[in-house]
């Protein structure tokens, strides 16, 4: 059973992971972004890494206390999880070190935010834990970052919007990576790394991951919309004629749909049973743009079909050389010049048309997610009169539909929605 509730906990926000990559960049945000009464710890296997961070960041970092503990030691997962109001975690890959920190989390009733664009471990943490965590009032909310706050939060915009406006239910939805620069991490490359090598394991774990409403909260009541891929070539105006060039394939389109047709499932398909999701990214509208979009989406497609196979068959000794390792990322010169600007365009059953933008200074996956993952957590433990009544392995949008955009613009995000025709 939970260990005391949630107002009674010693800290508002523990951060796990914190002397990593993205962990540090995280501990950054909220030492300028959390308000003065916050009480915020940061957590790991070294005390010694996390001081480091501590000394390396300053100011009211000095005041936060250290807390160990270790993926391969539950006890003390266990011990980290009842002191706090909210987990946030780092330390991935998660289908190798995640699903200790969740069942913790869930045991405690304690909320839970990561930045996972896994399929296996969140299909896996939903499988084992999300009817536990609604017994115990846990709120386990994965993909925090880049993966998939924008893609969740902009559907959830417009479907606020068109409720508003009495338009009727989301039919077809794309999502549209307008424009975005950003670099790759060890960490990143690690977490699809292990994926493939479960899947080239067992092919059962790869049909899992081809369907389209792996996450869903009852497949058996899923609409049948015939073929949902995620290859995005075509033309940018077939999603709106005010859009030129050409699109592709975007790399995080499987994943990311997942979560968006999750949150239907969560708010009882609210969004509608003709709700229709995908994303793409533009490439320019240059002589060469459709060449690089077929390019570019042949290369994924090639690499989910026959990425399994390479990882089993290829020398680890080859992959480890040719890829980024753990703990590496983007310089802060690349960082701070990264940026990304998204747009959601949505019809509706009674002909409407709304577009959703979500953008943001900074890289992607590395600053532009630290603030993310640094305010989805502070929602969860700050804003708890503002959260929904859903517990459970819940999404963003779910979880934190009404309360997360308002941190996240205060933060700097560019989140609108708008109607777009009459």
Not at 202 to 213: G, Q, S, T
Not at 261 to 288: C, D, H, I, P
Request: aromatic fraction near 8%; proline fraction near 5%; charged fraction near 20%.
């Amino acid at each position: 059973m939970a260990t005391g509730g949630p107002s009674e906990r010693e800290f508002d926000v523990i951060l796990y992971g914190a002397s990593g990559f993205v962990g540090r960049l995280t501990a950054q945000h909220l030492a300028q972004s959390a308000p003065d009464y916050a009480r915020i710890a940061l957590a790991g296997r070294s005390k010694q890494k996390l001081q480091a961070v501590i000394d390396e960041i300053g100011g009211v970092a000095h005041t936060w206390p250290v807390v160990e503990a270790d993926a391969s030691d539950p006890a003390s997962l266990a011990a980290m999880a009842s002191r706090t109001r909210t987990v946030v975690t780092t330390v991935g890959p998660y289908a190798k070190y995640g699903l200790p920190l969740v069942e913790a989390c869930v045991n405690a009733g304690t909320d839970y935010a990561d930045l996972t664009g896994e399929q296996l471990f969140v299909h896996d943490s939903i499988e084992q834990f999300h009817e536990r965590a609604e017994e115990t009032g846990a709120r386990i909310v994965h993909s925090c970052g880049f993966d998939s706050i924008p893609s969740d939060l902009n559907v959830y915009s417009i479907y606020q919007q068109a409720l508003a406006d009495d338009t009727g239910e989301l039919t077809d939805t794309t999502l549209y990576v307008k424009a975005m620069r950003g670099g790759m991490s060890g960490g990143t490359v690690a977490s699809g790394r292990r994926q493939m090598e479960r899947e080239s394991e067992n092919p059962e774990l790869a049909r899992i991951v081809k369907d389209p409403y792996t996450f869903s909260t009852d497949r058996t009541l899923e609409p049948d919309l015939g073929d949902q891929k995620d290859n995005g070539f075509g033309k940018a105006s077939d999603i709106d004629p005010s859009l030129k060039g050409w699109t592709a394939t975007f790399l995080m389109a499987p994943y990311n749909t997942r979560v968006v047709r999750r949150t239907n499932g969560l708010l009882g398909w609210a969004y509608g049973k003709q709700f229709r999701y995908r994303e793409v990214m533009g490439t320019g509208a240059s002589v060469a743009s459709p060449l690089f979009a077929a390019a570019l989406s042949g290369a994924l497609g090639a690499m989910w079909k026959f990425g399994p196979t390479l990882f089993r068959r290829a020398p680890q000794k080859v992959i480890d050389r040719v890829l980024p390792q753990p703990g590496s990322g983007p310089s802060e010169e690349a960082r701070l010049k990264g940026f990304f600007v998204i747009e959601t365009y949505a019809n509706t059953s009674s002909g409407a048309r709304y577009k959703a933008t979500f953008a943001a200074q900074g890289d992607p996956g590395y600053a532009a997610t630290a603030v993310m993952l640094g305010e989805a957590g502070l929602c969860l433990a700050l804003d708890r009169d503002q959260l929904s009544a859903l517990t459970g392995v819940i999404t963003p949008a779910a979880a934190m539909g009404e309360a997360l955009p308002r941190r996240l613009r205060a933060a700097g995000v560019k989140m609108e929605t708008e109607r777009i025709n009459n």
